[in-house]
């Protein structure tokens, strides 16, 4: 097993110095405590490499007193920069890109931001990859647009990194905590990278929501997909449903989509998707998940199958409550918190729902994080 010289510092991780099997036994161990007692738990599926699975990478710089620039995370629950050449969960690719900036950065004459003193130019590195095409988006947040000699910067870090497919600033001259500001602007390539789940393309920009780990989601995905039982003619509603991806990579089995999501830009990506994914039966709506199944159901309206991926928080009263106007025979709940999770099923059960099985699986080695898939059936079906 690895062992993690920023451990100590960083945090990041709880699971560290445990080794990957016995992480899976602990997931598998905790899920069967909270949901065993409804129906059977399947094993975790687990990664078939646990290392360098976050496809996307957020560095922050800083200078030490003598002068040295660093970039790194920071330390757990403090604005301290931890200096991390090497993570081992993230993109081996993208943490090389981040030292490569680092080490630029002089030559350049490019300042880094002192949070202190709000001066200088360079706050924080995010590198999205995709591990599908390949693609790499870089993304600079700077304090000010001017970057200078930009061209020649994108340039060098190109020829030192090839795969670069986009490189783009990101504005952000607030003081705040949140890493990314509201202005883009392109300097090279298209200002986003695409990749595959399911065989639909997404886009992933500097803001986009995209999973962490796809190689995983995928697994989940198709999983949900079959738990859904669908033969092509069903309508499915995908609660809760992000950019779209659970939903899209459905939509060939089911006769018709609906999603529904509070992020507007999340939506906006979704009807992105589904246009250039040629998708035709899919449907986004921008609106609050318990608000809009409500006004299904006050409309009379009816669904087959309903996929929900709620937030940490889970569902709520109104969202299941409607769900049981709406009728659906199968519920297909995808959870990232097996807590309210349980909560969830007691309540659906009161409904007239019942779990059938459970799915878990492993996105995030090295934490104690687990996903879950549950089905649920109506009672009288
Ligand atoms: N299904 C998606 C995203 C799941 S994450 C995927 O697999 O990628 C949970 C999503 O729920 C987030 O996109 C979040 O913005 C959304 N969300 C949170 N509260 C919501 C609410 N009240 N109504 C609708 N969507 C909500």
Request: hydrophobic share 35%.
């Amino acid at each position: 097993m690895k062992t993690c010289p920023y451990a100590k510092k960083c945090g990041g991780c709880d699971y560290q110095g445990i080794s990957y099997s016995k992480q899976l036994a602990m997931k598998q161990e905790y899920t069967e405590k909270l949901l065993k007692e409804f129906c059977p738990v399947h094993p975790i599926t687990g990664m078939e490499d646990p290392y360098h699975y976050r496809n996307k990478v957020h560095a922050v710089f800083n200078r030490t007193r003598d002068g040295q620039i660093i970039s790194g995370m920071y330390e757990e629950n403090s604005h301290r920069v931890v200096p991390v050449d090497d993570c081992q969960i993230e993109n081996e690719k993208a943490d090389a890109i981040i030292r490569d900036i680092r080490d630029m950065l002089r030559s350049f004459k490019i300042t880094v931001y002192n949070e202190r003193s709000g001066q200088g130019l360079l706050r924080h590195a995010l590198i999205r990859t995709a591990s599908f095409t390949g693609q790499i988006l870089v993304v600079l947040v700077v304090t000010s647009p001017i970057f200078p000699s930009k061209n020649n910067f994108v340039k060098a870090l190109r020829k030192k990194h090839p795969e670069i497919t986009s490189v783009v600033l990101n504005l952000n001259d607030k003081y705040t905590s949140m890493v990314l500001g509201k202005r883009d602007i392109v300097l090279y390539g298209p200002g986003y990278i695409e990749d595959q789940i399911c065989g639909k393309t997404f886009r992933i920009s500097a803001q986009s929501f995209y999973q962490i780990n796809p190689l995983q989601a995928e697994k989940l995905y198709n999983k949900a997909i079959e738990l859904a039982g669908l033969t092509g003619k069903e309508r499915v509603i995908d609660a809760y449903c992000g950019t779209g991806t659970i939903g899209l990579a459905a939509s060939d089995n089911a006769g018709e989509i609906i999603g529904v999501e509070l992020n507007p830009e999340a939506v906006k990506d979704a009807v992105r998707n589904t246009k250039s994914n040629q998708v035709r039966n899919a449907r986004f709506y921008c609106a609050d998940a318990g608000e809009f199944m409500e006004q299904m159901a006050a409309d009379g309206e009816t669904a087959d199958v309903v996929i929900m991926d709620p937030p940490r928080s889970g569902s709520t009263e109104q969202f299941m409550d409607s769900l049981g106007k709406l009728g659906p025979s199968r519920i297909v709940y995808v959870s990232c918190n097996p807590e309210t999770q349980r909560r969830d099923i007691q309540y659906l059960q009161k409904l007239g729902y019942k779990a059938v099985e459970v799915w878990p699986y492993d996105f995030f080695g090295f934490t104690s994080h687990v996903e879950c898939v549950v089905l649920m059936l109506r009672k009288n079906t």
